[in-house]
């Protein structure tokens, strides 16, 4: 009986120790899980972060870009916006000069009526038919610019007429009408032509003026800057208080 409880005791030691024994062993085991998924949580919340950081660094290059795409076409606008500005105060500037040209020319001829002396019968009937074949053909073709706004029949009528007249009182008018026709229609170099003949020629003509002015616009418009200024220079200069003197001043303020 007595070797029973002894026995007895034993296994229950024994049961009791082996059920402490595996505690630890539980524990250890449950340990290096936690520490696997500790783990695992702290690397995929460092790889979102690098996420989250690249898609912040791709948003700010957008927006980078964005902003450089915006700015080169508020650049491209300005550089619209001013030459279009240009080309209207260049339009503006034609439109005065050609009012101007029309009320000088006006003016002239209703001058040149006012002062015509009465001449004696005799020198009047010889010089009647010149002088009327001279005025007709130059009314005809100052109209076709005033009136029928005919510029290209404009321009072979007065060729004719600098041609059959070329001692004309209206010579020098009508080479700077010619010019400014030429001009207009593009043909810079045969309008330098006509402009220098007036300078050249007619040096006492109120045409001067406007003619050293459109060299200038001319060697402008063919990238001559220092011959631009020059001429521009001399307008002012030579022509002081006139209207081209005036346009001259503006366009020497442009360099």
């Given at each position: 009986?007595?070797?029973?409880?002894?026995?007895?005791?034993?296994?229950?030691?024994?049961?009791?120790?082996?059920?402490?024994?595996?505690?630890?062993?539980?524990?250890?085991?449950?340990?290096?899980?936690?520490?696997?998924?500790?783990?695992?949580?702290?690397?995929?919340?460092?790889?979102?972060?690098?996420?989250?950081?690249?898609?912040?660094?791709?948003?700010?290059?957008?927006?980078?870009?964005?902003?450089?795409?915006?700015?080169?076409?508020?650049?491209?606008?300005?550089?619209?916006?001013?030459?279009?500005?240009?080309?209207?105060?260049?339009?503006?500037?034609?439109?005065?000069?050609?009012?101007?040209?029309?009320?000088?020319?006006?003016?002239?001829?209703?001058?040149?009526?006012?002062?015509?002396?009465?001449?004696?019968?005799?020198?009047?009937?010889?010089?009647?038919?010149?002088?009327?074949?001279?005025?007709?053909?130059?009314?005809?073709?100052?109209?076709?610019?005033?009136?029928?706004?005919?510029?290209?029949?404009?321009?072979?009528?007065?060729?004719?007429?600098?041609?059959?007249?070329p001692k004309s009182t209206?010579?020098?008018?009508?080479?700077?009408?010619?010019?400014?026709?030429?001009?207009?229609?593009?043909?810079?170099?045969?309008?330098?032509?006509?402009?220098?003949?007036?300078?050249?020629?007619?040096?006492?003509s109120n045409k001067v003026a406007e003619s050293l002015?459109?060299?200038?616009?001319?060697?402008?418009?063919?990238?001559?800057?220092?011959?631009?200024?020059?001429?521009?220079?001399?307008?002012?200069?030579?022509?002081?208080?006139?209207?081209?003197?005036?346009?001259?001043?503006?366009?020497?303020?442009?360099?």
């Amino acid at each position: 009986m007595k070797l029973n409880m002894i026995t007895a005791t034993s296994v229950a030691v024994l049961f009791s120790a082996s059920i402490y024994a595996a505690a630890p062993v539980e524990e250890a085991g449950s340990s290096s899980k936690a520490v696997a998924v500790t783990s695992t949580a702290s690397s995929l919340s460092l790889e979102q972060r690098i996420e989250r950081l690249e898609r912040m660094l791709q948003a700010r290059n957008q927006v980078q870009l964005d902003l450089q795409n915006q700015v080169e076409d508020m650049s491209n606008s300005m550089s619209t916006l001013v030459g279009q500005l240009e080309q209207s105060n260049y339009q503006i500037e034609q439109m005065i000069e050609r009012q101007r040209e029309i009320y000088q020319e006006m003016d002239r001829r209703f001058a040149q009526v006012q002062s015509s002396p009465v001449t004696a019968k005799s020198a009047t009937d010889s010089a009647a038919p010149t002088a009327a074949g001279e005025d007709q053909a130059y009314d005809a073709a100052v109209a076709l610019v005033m009136q029928d706004k005919d510029y290209d029949a404009a321009i072979p009528a007065f060729q004719g007429f600098i041609a059959d007249y070329p001692k004309s009182t209206y010579a020098p008018n009508a080479h700077y009408w010619l010019g400014q026709l030429q001009y207009t229609r593009g043909q810079r170099d045969a309008a330098s032509e006509q402009f220098n003949k007036v300078v050249n020629d007619y040096p006492q003509s109120n045409k001067v003026a406007e003619s050293l002015l459109k060299l200038g616009i001319i060697a402008q418009f063919q990238n001559n800057n220092e011959e631009a200024k020059s001429l521009f220079a001399r307008v002012v200069k030579e022509h002081p208080n006139t209207a081209a003197a005036g346009l001259a001043q503006n366009r020497l303020a442009q360099f």
